[in-house]
């Protein structure tokens, strides 16, 4: 492809819009010079679930031979996602998928953020 039709961004900030058929991730750049704290989400990416899944994998993979290297990386404590909450009886008894999500949330968490 020709050079023009590439283009390089920063990103300190992402989000992600999950849908049945896709995930779309945008990404972003923390704004603080109006002296307003704001993220300039500037590009998004969509990829069915197939790729996101091997992307995972790959992203999880850098990330243990960049800390395996080079030691863990520290995430303040003002931007660790929190720990996820359990759903309440009305939620599970609603989806019983609900604990079972939860959990699974809950031990990714701890294998990441210990």
């Known amino acids: ?13 992402s989000r992600f819009e999950p849908s049945v058929w896709d995930l779309k991730v945008f990404f972003g750049q923390l704004e603080q010079h109006s002296g307003i704290a704001d ?3 500037h590009t998004a990416v969509t990829m069915p679930w197939m790729q996101a899944k091997i992307f995972g994998y790959f992203l999880l993979a850098n990330l243990a031979v960049h800390e395996h290297v080079n030691g ?4 303040s404590a003002s931007v660790k996602p929190p720990k996820p909450e ?7 008894e609603e989806d019983p998928f609900a604990q079972q999500a939860y959990e699974l949330l809950a031990q990714l968490h701890s294998q990441i953020f210990g």
């Open 86 to 92: 359990p759903p309440s009886a009305e939620v599970v």
């Open 72 to 75: 863990p990386i520290v995430i």
């Open 39 to 41: 993220v300039d989400w």
């Open 1 to 13: 492809e020709p050079e023009d039709h590439f283009r390089s961004v920063y990103a300190n900030n």
